[in-house]
């Protein structure tokens, strides 16, 4: 069974930090491209950053480059997002998710970790 279970969400002000978490199971995590998503309360879901399989190539929205770097460590099963310089519209429902393809179809889904950004 593939699991994906997000961890590190948490309160930060404005311009903190905070690390993200995914730890996968269930499937070959070395073989497939992982990405991160987040999801405002009243807004549809949105893509954050994805990873190739051997961590080599990374994608970053434009809303979050320069700020928040994604990684991943294959023998640990495990993809993180670093995220700095947090502003208050960074505040979300963060997932990690599992990139099928390799072509952005992602297939399997984490349950969310929640990041606030305030003051």
């Known amino acids: 069974e593939v699991q994906l279970v997000e961890s590190g969400g948490g309160l930060v002000q404005p311009g903190g930090s905070l690390s993200l978490s995914c730890a996968a199971s269930g499937f070959a995590f070395s073989s497939h491209s992982m990405g991160w998503f987040r999801q405002a309360p009243g807004k549809e879901r949105d893509f954050v950053a994805a990873?190739?399989?051997?961590?080599?190539?990374?994608i970053y929205a434009d809303s979050v480059k320069g700020r928040f770097t994604i990684s991943r460590d294959n023998a640990k099963n495990t993809l993180y997002l670093q995220m700095n310089s947090l502003k208050p519209e960074d505040t979300a429902l963060y997932y990690c998710a599992r990139d099928l393809t390799g072509w952005g179809e992602y297939d399997y889904w984490g349950q969310g970790t929640q990041v606030t950004v305030s003051s």
């Open positions: 990873i190739s399989w051997n961590g080599e190539i990374t």
